[in-house]
T-cell receptor
Framework: DSGVTQTPKHLITATGQRVTLRCSPR?????VYWYQQSLDQGLQFLIQ???????AKGNILERFSAQQFPDLHSELNLSSLELGDSALYFC???????????FGQGTRLTVV | DQQVKQNSPSLSVQEGRISILNCDYT??????FLWYKKYPAEGPTFLIS?????DKNEDGRFTVFLNKSAKHLSLHIVPSQPGDSAVYFC????????????FGQGTELSVKP
């Protein structure tokens, strides 16, 4: 158990809908990262927050947004969903910005 | 542009022998490298890391080697055990860009009894 909690574990939704994925980092970790793993793809970095502020942005679509709350949990919002958004979404956390990150078990999103 | 590449999608090794997983990178700004192990239906688990100021880091059965001039790193597992069977990802980051990791595509290791 990495100490990073993601909910829900599975999500099935229709095209055009909006979903919210939630992540609770390890106790004391200030950095939260979101990654996407599509079929046959490696993990693609989406976005990083550090202590409530956006720190780095990767290949995150404009339809996607994220935030980190004062209690350090984070949410990833995916809207106007398309079939191609079906993927595993991982959250990771680390104490600072330059240490190894610990991953949650992921949310498997299926868009039908 | 794939900045981190794992050219072998799979590797099969006999139990007790050495497993060598390879990773190449193109961005010379990378200064921190990590290996993660992933089982199906689980998140990646951190294994071992190495800073660019070193060329070797060892932790039990796991050793990571870094060759900066060749932009190449490798993970050695000795001796390999059936429980090591998983997908292994290498990842790299640039210190001043925070902890954002760029991952390779992964190598599926199968250790046969």
């Amino acid at each position: 158990d990495s100490g990073v909690t993601q909910t829900p574990k599975h999500l099935i939704t229709a095209t055009g809908q909006r979903v919210t994925l939630r992540c609770s980092p390890r106790s004391g970790d200030l950095s939260v990262y979101w990654y996407q793993q599509s079929l046959d793809q490696g993990l693609q970095f989406l976005i990083q927050y550090y202590n409530g502020e956006e720190r780095a942005k990767g290949n995150i679509l404009e339809r996607f947004s994220a935030q980190q709350f004062p209690d350090l949990h984070s949410e990833l919002n995916l809207s106007s969903l398309e079939l191609g958004d079906s993927a595993l979404y991982f959250c990771a956390s680390s104490p600072g910005s330059n240490t190894e990150a610990f991953f949650g078990q992921g949310t498997r999103l299926t868009v039908v | 542009d794939q900045q981190v590449k794992q050219n072998s999608p799979s590797l099969s090794v006999q139990e007790g022998r050495i497993s060598i997983l390879n990773c190449d990178y193109t961005n010379s700004m990378f200064d921190y490298f990590l290996w993660y192990k992933k089982y199906p239906a689980e998140g990646p688990t951190f294994l071992i890391s190495i800073s660019s100021i070193k060329d070797k880091n060892e932790d039990g059965r796991f050793t990571v080697f870094l060759n900066k001039s060749a932009k190449h790193l490798s993970l050695h597992i000795v001796p390999s055990q059936p429980g090591d069977s998983a997908v292994y990802f290498c990842a790299a980051s640039v210190h001043e860009q925070g902890g954002k990791l760029i991952f390779g595509q992964g190598t599926e290791l199968s250790v046969k009894p």
